[in-house]
């Protein structure tokens, strides 16, 4: 398919649309016009028409002039379903929590969100300082450690749609024999979006999804270094995910992609 027929398929309102709701994060106690244009870098007539059909719509609220926008209840029950419709996450919830505690690190499943990887669900350890990052927050899809397991467990076709250089294409098989060699991935030094976090993942398959999503733990590098990931917080997340595809059902996400 050229890419002149994928631009004719491709409703631009729509995306737009979805982009105001996506610059919602769980942390904000609403978001002004202006917070909203800065997140999404929608120019102001567009966004007061977006921003004025979502409110008709239900899926955002605004009580007055000076009143913030915030996310309607047309929103939270697509959330509803979409909670209910995802099974794996509430069957892998006690495990994830147990290892955030155990390991000390902020446990979490991210999903690709076009060239990012968006936070789906946290789990932070109690009684631990650690990290913390919100369902709803973006990382690199290349250069973290979330993003490059699901980069080696997507198929092809799906990673040649992301254009990639042959940078990119390295660092993917790197991943790929990393996931074949132990079962976990932690992204090269020499590739990380930041230096400020250590994290290790592990690719799943949400067949909701039809694609793999990443299971990962992470926090500070004195927290978590090296040693760390490869010799315990690695073995435990893999051990976690391939006990969730058992009960589940599912083959091993590398039996998908070969």
């Not at 942390?27 to 007061?48: C, N, V």
């Not at 999903?111 to 919100?134: F, G, H, V």
């Not at 990119?168 to 976090?197: C, H, K, S």
Request: net charge neutral; proline share 5%; with cysteine.
């Amino acid at each position: 398919m050229g890419s002149d027929e994928k631009d004719r398929k491709f409703a631009t309102t729509l995306a737009r649309g979805l982009s105001v709701l996506r610059a919602f994060r769980a942390s904000d106690d609403g978001l002004t016009h202006t917070q909203i244009a800065e997140r999404t870098g929608l120019p102001k007539p567009t966004l007061t028409r977006l921003t004025y059909t979502l409110s008709q719509l239900g899926y955002l609220s605004h009580a007055g002039r000076n009143d913030k926008f915030r996310l309607g209840p047309s929103v939270l029950l697509l959330g509803s379903v979409a909670q209910v419709s995802i099974s794996f996450v509430e069957m892998a919830s006690e495990a994830m929590q147990k290892l955030a505690d155990s390991s000390g690190t902020l446990a979490l499943i991210a999903m690709q969100d076009a060239d990012r990887m968006m936070l789906a669900r946290t789990w932070r350890p109690q009684n631990t300082a650690s990290i913390w990052l919100e369902p709803g927050h973006r990382l690199d899809l290349f250069g973290s450690s979330s993003g490059l397991a699901t980069l080696a467990a997507m198929g092809e076709e799906q990673f040649a749609a992301l254009s990639p250089t042959e940078d990119q294409r390295a660092m993917r098989q790197r991943g790929y024999e990393q996931l074949l060699e132990r079962g976990f991935v932690i992204t090269p030094a020499d590739t990380q979006y930041t230096r400020r976090i250590h994290a290790v993942s592990v690719p799943f398959f949400a067949g909701e999804y039809g694609a793999p999503v990443s299971f990962t733990c992470g926090a500070l590098p004195k927290d978590l270094d090296l040693e760390r990931m490869e010799q315990e917080v690695g073995p435990a997340l893999r051990d976690l995910v391939r006990d969730l595809e058992r009960r589940t059902g599912r083959a091993p996400t590398l039996a998908r992609r070969g």
